[in-house]
């Protein structure tokens, strides 16, 4: 504790009272009852899409592409062309979530998108446009493919997950649970800055000396 016998002539010292902060936590056995009681929990199974399977499984009633929450269809015919360039090249795709509303009946919570692109090029709705790295595939759909590349797309998966009728034990309460993993499906991720963006694409030699300049303190001071 400083008092006025520790200054110097001219000091003065002025007390601040800060009041405590406590934190008033729940007992930890209350919290491991409710963790052990399931509350807000999400039963999953996940499951694997052949694409050449995706135009009979959206033709079906099973499975539900525009629930009120969804966005609706808003690619363009270059950004389905490169989700499909993505599957020749065999480039990871995230998986689409789905809920089961009823038994084996689905309703597409996140990835309509991705499954109207693969339906509509199926269907031959759309030409192959603005490809990067098969630029000789532009022009064609899905039906004047040459074979081999045909064959090299029937065999891609499209990824799912599926959540569980049984998440929900009400219609209200799948409501709720359905609101909560949609808002933290399109809410989670934050979109990368232009800088961000070079790192990862472009990462050379000349990209990687303005990262090893920004953390001299000489350079950052000049």
Same mark, same amino acid.
């Given at each position: 504790?400083?008092?006025?016998?520790?200054?110097?002539?001219?000091?003065?010292?002025?007390?601040?009272?800060?009041?405590?902060?406590?934190?008033?936590?729940?007992?930890?056995?209350?919290?491991?009852?409710?963790?052990?009681?399931?509350?807000?929990?999400?039963?999953?199974?996940?499951? &694997?899409?052949? =694409?050449? @399977? +995706?135009?009979?499984?959206?033709?079906? *009633? #099973?499975?539900?592409?525009?629930? %009120? $929450?969804?966005?609706?269809?808003?690619?363009?015919?270059?950004?389905?062309?490169?989700?499909?360039?993505?599957?020749?090249?065999?480039?990871?795709?995230?998986?689409?979530?789905?809920?089961?509303?009823?038994?084996?009946?689905?309703?597409?919570?996140?990835?309509?998108?991705?499954?109207?692109?693969?339906?509509?090029?199926?269907?031959?709705?759309?030409?192959?446009?603005?490809?990067?790295?098969?630029?000789?595939?532009?022009?064609?759909?899905?039906?004047?493919?040459?074979?081999?590349?045909?064959?090299?797309?029937? &065999?891609?998966? =499209?990824? @799912? +997950?599926?959540?569980?009728?049984?998440? *929900? #034990?009400?219609?209200?309460?799948? %409501? $709720?649970?359905?609101?909560?993993?949609?808002?933290?499906?399109?809410?989670?991720?934050?979109?990368?800055?232009?800088?961000?963006?070079?790192?990862?694409?472009?990462?050379?030699?000349?990209?990687?000396?303005?990262?090893?300049?920004?953390?001299?303190?000489?350079?950052?001071?000049?």
């Amino acid at each position: 504790m400083i008092t006025n016998s520790h200054l110097i002539s001219g000091e003065t010292f002025i007390s601040q009272n800060r009041p405590d902060i406590t934190h008033n936590f729940p007992p930890d056995d209350e919290i491991n009852g409710k963790y052990k009681k399931g509350e807000i929990r999400i039963v999953t199974e996940q499951a &694997r899409y052949p =694409l050449d @399977s +995706i135009e009979a499984m959206v033709d079906s *009633a #099973k499975y539900i592409r525009n629930p %009120e $929450y969804q966005r609706r269809k808003r690619w363009n015919n270059t950004r389905k062309s490169r989700l499909i360039e993505s599957f020749i090249m065999n480039v990871p795709i995230p998986p689409i979530f789905l809920y089961e509303i009823d038994y084996s009946i689905y309703e597409v919570m996140d990835g309509q998108q991705r499954l109207t692109a693969i339906y509509d090029f199926y269907k031959g709705k759309f030409e192959l446009e603005g490809l990067e790295y098969w630029q000789e595939l532009n022009g064609r759909n899905y039906q004047n493919l040459p074979e081999q590349v045909q064959k090299g797309i029937d &065999r891609r998966y =499209l990824s @799912s +997950i599926i959540l569980l009728q049984e998440t *929900a #034990k009400s219609k209200e309460e799948a %409501e $709720y649970l359905k609101q909560i993993v949609f808002e933290r499906l399109n809410s989670g991720g934050e979109k990368l800055t232009a800088q961000e963006t070079r790192n990862a694409l472009q990462n050379g030699k000349f990209n990687q000396l303005c990262i090893k300049l920004s953390q001299n303190e000489y350079f950052r001071n000049s």
